[in-house]
């Protein structure tokens, strides 16, 4: 996925698949939305900055507020209860936490929160070491029509296509960059 600049707030977005030691378009090219405030240079990305992490991704399991689409991936159905803690101090920063069992921290983002997770999937960006102030909670999901708060949003249509296509076997990635 490309940005003309570190600015913009949407890319250009294209999957492929690796066929005979070669890279083959399966879908796209596509307009996908970024960041209220752009793509964080290397290494820059922080949390509420409003900036979708550049770098080279893989993806963690796909969620959504309707049933599961037909993914290959793990998916979680989100509830009211189900949060995505935000807080750099919890020790539970950056996951999905059920709040009727643990709490998320003093800032938690809804994962019951239609159409934008409709359908996503977490971006495996700072979920392994989950290091405080990073960032937290970047997903691709379905696009609400403008930027996001840091994540990469598309059509639900093209989102649903590239869901379905991606194979955990594969270890699909995204790589967000400026032309």
Same mark, same amino acid.
């Given at each position: 996925?490309?940005?003309?600049?570190?600015?913009?707030?949407?890319?250009?977005?294209?999957?492929?698949? *690796?066929?005979?030691?070669? #890279?083959?378009?399966?879908? +796209?090219? @596509? !307009?996908?939305?970024?960041?209220?405030?752009?793509?964080?240079?290397?290494?820059?990305?922080?949390?509420?900055?409003?900036?979708? %992490?550049?770098?080279?991704? +893989? =993806?963690? =399991?796909? =969620?959504?507020?309707?049933?599961?689409?037909?993914?290959?991936?793990?998916?979680?159905?989100?509830?009211?209860?189900?949060? @995505?803690?935000?807080?750099? !101090?919890?020790?539970?920063?950056?996951? #999905?936490?059920?709040?009727?069992? *643990?709490?998320? +921290?003093? $800032?938690?983002?809804?994962?019951?929160?239609?159409?934008?997770?409709?359908?996503?999937?977490?971006?495996?960006?700072?979920?392994?070491?989950?290091?405080?102030?990073? +960032? $937290? *909670?970047? =997903?691709?999901?379905?696009? !609400?029509?403008?930027?996001?708060?840091?994540?990469? $949003?598309?059509?639900?249509?093209?989102?649903?296509?590239?869901?379905? #296509?991606?194979?955990?076997?594969?270890? %699909?990635?995204?790589?967000?960059?400026?032309?």
């Amino acid at each position: 996925m490309t940005a003309d600049s570190y600015g913009e707030t949407t890319a250009t977005l294209i999957a492929y698949t *690796a066929e005979n030691d070669r #890279w083959v378009k399966t879908y +796209g090219p @596509w !307009t996908a939305n970024l960041g209220k405030s752009g793509i964080a240079p290397p290494g820059q990305k922080r949390e509420g900055d409003g900036r979708t %992490p550049s770098g080279t991704y +893989g =993806f963690d =399991f796909m =969620f959504g507020v309707k049933p599961d689409p037909g993914v290959k991936f793990p998916y979680r159905q989100a509830f009211s209860y189900d949060k @995505w803690s935000d807080d750099p !101090t919890s020790p539970l920063y950056n996951q #999905w936490v059920d709040s009727r069992h *643990a709490n998320p +921290g003093a $800032s938690s983002e809804n994962m019951m929160n239609p159409p934008a997770y409709d359908y996503g999937a977490v971006i495996d960006y700072n979920t392994k070491n989950r290091t405080p102030h990073l +960032g $937290s *909670a970047i =997903f691709l999901h379905v696009s !609400t029509g403008g930027p996001t708060a840091g994540c990469v $949003s598309l059509p639900v249509d093209e989102l649903l296509q590239l869901l379905r #296509w991606m194979d955990p076997k594969h270890s %699909p990635q995204i790589d967000i960059k400026v032309a």
